[in-house]
Each structure stands twice: as structure tokens, then as C-alpha cells.
């Protein structure tokens, strides 16, 4: 149990286009979203907290009008990178839990390159 | 915000020695998680270890919540062992996991 799929797992566009990311729980349901960012050889670094029905809360110094998330149901958590540039190439990866004490799971995690 | 240290950064091993690697966090805590970061990118939930002992194989974590660390033992390594170690901790009071550096392991046939 407790799967967390994310989609796609790869992506590749050209600057100034948007992209979004997927996040899903399969088999539970998460009132809350995590969003990361990993750049190469560095650690995990936390984008926001997706919250259902309401809005994303974001770490500091992380553009909410670039990184548009969306937690529109108890399923479902999207991040839209908006008009894409070279520099917001990168490992993006979302995780969800199904209660406050229990593990958090992630997904596989979408590469995205801009060029 | 809760920090989480891990250590050693580095660390090469000849196949069947055995390992402790340390995570070091900042606040009391009431989620401590381990994963491994495969070549690929995914991780992989190790332990759940808010507090106590748990073991699966050859991998073993304590977390001594009131000293404020987390050992992972990994026994017998296998080259299949290698990649990217990490610590995570969840703290109530802030709502959201943080992520040590990590320990990036190469295990040696």
C-alpha cells in the first residue's frame, strides 16, 4: 500500500513554455503534498506544502507564481513550472502521507530539462 | 527550521564490511525516516524510526529521539548497496520533512 505515482517521469521543453507535473496517491488519500527540488549531486530541497482546498504554502525563496501548485482533490497534487527557463532544470519530486504519524512516501520523481 | 546533519559525506567500503552512518537533527521530532536514492533517482523508504530499533536484512536503524540522532547500520555490504543515503525528520512544530546532505556510499567488489 501507501503508493505514491507521479507522471511523467521525464520531460523536455523549450524556454518559456510551462510544464505540469502530476503527483498522485493510489491507494490512500493525503489532505496534504509535499513538492521538492534536487539538483545534481545536492540533497532534497523542500519547494511547498500542497494543501487540499486550499492554498500552496511555500519555503522561502521559492516563486509561487513560477511554481503553480494545485491540490484539487484528495488524490491529486500538480506543480506547473511556468514559462521555463534552462535554470529550473531539474529533479522534481512530490511525496504524500496518509496521516500525521505516519511515513511520508514519494514518487519516482519527473526530470525535466529545458533547453 | 529543524536542521538535520548527516555524516560522514563519503564513504567507500570493500564488499562484506559493515557500516554506521549518523543523522544528527535539531529539534525533537516525531517522524525520522531513512532512504536510499537509487542511480535512477527513487527513493527508497528504509526505515519509518521516530524512536527505538528496527531492523529488515541486512539494514538496521535506533533513533534516540531524546539525544536527538539516528544511526543506520548496513551489515555485510553489497556493490548493490551504493548510491545516496539520507535522513529525513518531520517536526511537528513546523509541518514538513527536511532532508539532511546525505552520505553518497561506494561499495567496491
Known amino acids: 500500500g501507501a503508493v505514491v505515482s507521479q507522471h511523467p517521469s521525464w520531460v523536455i521543453c523549450k524556454s518559456g513554455t510551462s510544464v505540469k507535473i502530476e503527483c498522485r496517491s493510489l491507494?490512500?488519500?493525503?489532505?496534504?503534498m509535499f513538492w521538492y527540488r534536487q539538483f545534481p549531486k545536492q540533497s532534497l530541497m523542500l519547494m511547498a506544502t500542497?494543501?487540499?482546498?486550499?492554498?500552496?504554502?511555500?519555503e522561502q525563496g521559492v516563486e509561487k507564481d513560477k511554481f503553480l501548485i494545485n491540490h484539487a482533490s484528495l488524490t491529486l497534487s500538480t506543480l506547473t513550472v511556468t514559462s521555463a527557463h534552462p535554470e529550473d532544470s531539474s529533479f522534481y519530486i512530490c511525496?504524500?502521507?496518509?496521516?500525521?504519524?505516519?511515513?511520508?512516501?514519494f514518487g519516482n520523481g519527473t526530470r525535466l530539462t529545458v533547453t | 527550521g529543524i536542521q538535520v546533519e548527516q555524516s560522514p559525506p563519503d564513504l567507500i567500503l570493500q564488499e562484506g564490511a559493515n557500516s554506521t552512518l549518523r543523522c544528527n537533527f535539531s529539534?525533537?521530532?516525531?517522524?525520522l525516516q531513512w532512504f536510499h536514492q537509487n542511480p535512477w533517482g527513487q527513493l527508497i523508504n528504509l526505515f519509518y524510526?521516530?524512536?527505538g530499533t528496527k531492523q529488515n536484512g541486512r539494514l538496521s536503524a535506533t533513533t534516540v529521539a531524546t539525544e536527538r540522532y539516528s544511526l543506520l547500520y548496513i551489515s555485510s555490504s553489497q556493490t548493490t548497496d551504493s548510491g545516496v543515503y539520507f535522513c529525513?525528520?518531520?517536526?511537528?512544530?513546523?509541518?514538513?520533512?527536511?532532508f539532511g546532505a546525505g552520505t553518497r556510499l561506494a561499495v567496491h567488489p
Open positions: 511525496s504524500a502521507r496518509q496521516g500525521n504519524d505516519s511515513p511520508l512516501h
Open positions: 491507494d490512500f488519500q493525503a489532505t496534504t
Open positions: 500542497s494543501n487540499e482546498g486550499s492554498k500552496a504554502t511555500y
Open positions: 529539534d525533537s521530532v516525531n517522524n
Open positions: 524510526i521516530p524512536s
Open positions: 529525513a525528520a518531520f517536526s511537528g512544530g513546523y509541518n514538513k520533512l527536511i
